[in-house]
Structures are given as structure tokens and as C-alpha cells.
């Protein structure tokens, strides 16, 4: 039991949210994200657009977060950031950022794997969230990832299965995209389900070995079939935009729920904990939950907020490494490809 208050300023930047983070141990005290709303009109993101609005909102996030925190950044214990993976422009403006602060602070610096983050982020200490116990399967799902991995420690993971080509974030969107609905579209897509037969339509799933996964035959598939159908009648999509949401979501969602299985029949691990922002999905939380009734797993998911892109899963990764000392020097390097355990 650590009795001493250990705080962190923990900083994620490696996509297109900026977001600062104060943590005392394992309590968020602030966690202040930054959207950039710019890349709403290119739909998707443009990554030098991002870093130049990283430059922009970094300072402003911190300070708020400190502030929210009610805290003096000479009262820090030591800095945390994303090292690595995301986009290069985005993560050198955090780690430049957080490199300066520790060394004009003369705090330790540590860097975290955002993957790691996502997976650690069901150890922030919230009455609404329970923690899950070792071993347990982590399976991170968002815009930029889909993996399934095996956790057996802190800073024991063996990634099982991963994707080959698109993450599942991304077939979300690009779907919703060919469906003509606006970026970020997996949450309408989500929402639009909801009102639809999630049968209608049939799309095929990919046949991938073992626990990867592949997206872009399914994306393709779905490309076709709305050229098709808008075809012999040019108000398909808006006519049955509910149900092409449902059976697009079903399918993607059998996809997941399929590895999952057979993750849970190879390890013979029965605690399931999910992370990254597709988490939010109503469907994903419906299927586990049904999951835990059905097959007696028992399910994980965080807070809406410690799903998406955050600092606070950094700050959580950042504190558990100080209590290990593992620290970094100046001489760190922002990784675009960081794989979990190297």
C-alpha cells in the first residue's frame, strides 16, 4: 500500500485529441481533452494538421489540467507521455513537451505504449469501474487498432491477434462514409443501428487464421453492394439507412465476438477487458454483457472517458512504472510504430 502522494501530469498526444492528465496514484484528479474539430471537413484525419493544432492546444491543456487539479506543477512527482504508436507529427509535439517540462522541473520523465495505456486503463481507481484480476484477455478496438491480447502482469502482455490491414475504428468509418454520413461516423452508425433490423442485410465475413483479424474485404464488400443496390434505385441508402447500419454493425460485431471466443477457448482466460474508443459502441457492451449471462465470462468495460483517447490511461501507466522506477532520459524518441513489449 503506498501511503506517499505521488502525483503525475500525464500527456497523450498521439492522434488528433490533446489531452493533459493529473493523477494522484491511481485518482484522476483532472482529465482535460482537447478535440480538434478541423479534420470533421476532410473526413478523416490529416496528420499535419494535427501536429500544428497538438503545437496550439498543448500548453493551454496543461495548464487547465492543472488548474482543474487544483495543483502547482512544482508539487509533481514526474511527467508521463505517449511515446509511441500514432502519428509522428502528433507525438513529437508531446514528448518534446513533456522532455522540456521534466528537465526544467528536474522530475523523472516516463514514457508509456499507448496500447499498454488503453489495456491499463481499467486501473484507475473509480467507484463506477471494477478492476479486473490477473490473467486476464485485454481486447483494444478503436479508430487506429484491433488487438487481442493476453495480460498477465502490469507489464506482462503477449499480443494473440491483431489486424492485418484496416482497425475495426476504421471499417466503421469508412462505411458510415460510403453510406454518406459525416466524420467521425462509427457513433451514428452505432446510433442508426439501433433503429434498424440488423438482419436485412447479408455481408461476408473474412476468413482470417488463428486471432487476426481483417477488415478491408468487408469494406470492400459493403462498397459494392451499395454501388449495386443505388444502382436499380438511387435512394437506397437513405431509404434504408437503419437497416444497412445494423447489418453493417452486426457483422463487424460477429467479427469481434468470433476471435474473442476463440481467444477465451485458447487461453482458457474467461475475464474479457475492453478498451479504445470503439468500447463506446452500444452493440459491443450489449454482445458482452450477453456474453457473461451465456458463456460466464466476466466482462470489463471503462468509463466512456477513459475509452477514447486520454491521458488519464496515461497517467495510470505512468504512475504503476514509478513505483517500478522505470524511467527514461532525454535521449527518448517518439516511436509512430511501437509494439507492446518492445
Partial sequence: MVNKKIYILAIESSCD?????ILCNTKVLSNVVATQEIHKQYGGVVPELASRAHQQNIVPVVHQALAKA???KKQLSAIAFTRGPGLM???LVGASFAKSLSLGLNIPLIEVNHMEAHIL???IDDESMTVPEFPFLGMTISGGHTQIVRVNNYFDMEVLGETLDDAVGEAFDKSAKLMGLPYPGGPLVDKNAQLGNPRAFDFPKPKVEGL???FSGLKTSIL???QRETKKNPDFVAENINDICASVQYTILEILMDKLKLAVKQTGIQQIAIGGGVAANSGIRERLKEAEETLGWKT???KFQYCTDNAAMIGIVGYLKFLEKQFTDQSVGAKARYAIGS
Avoid: E, K, R
Fill in 17 to 21: 485529441d490533446t489531452s493533459a492528465a
Fill in 70 to 72: 487544483n495543483i502547482d
Fill in 89 to 91: 507529427g502528433s507525438l
Fill in 121 to 123: 486503463a481499467h486501473f
Fill in 212 to 214: 487476426n483479424f481483417s
Fill in 224 to 226: 459494392y453492394f451499395l
Fill in 300 to 302: 470489463y468495460i471503462p
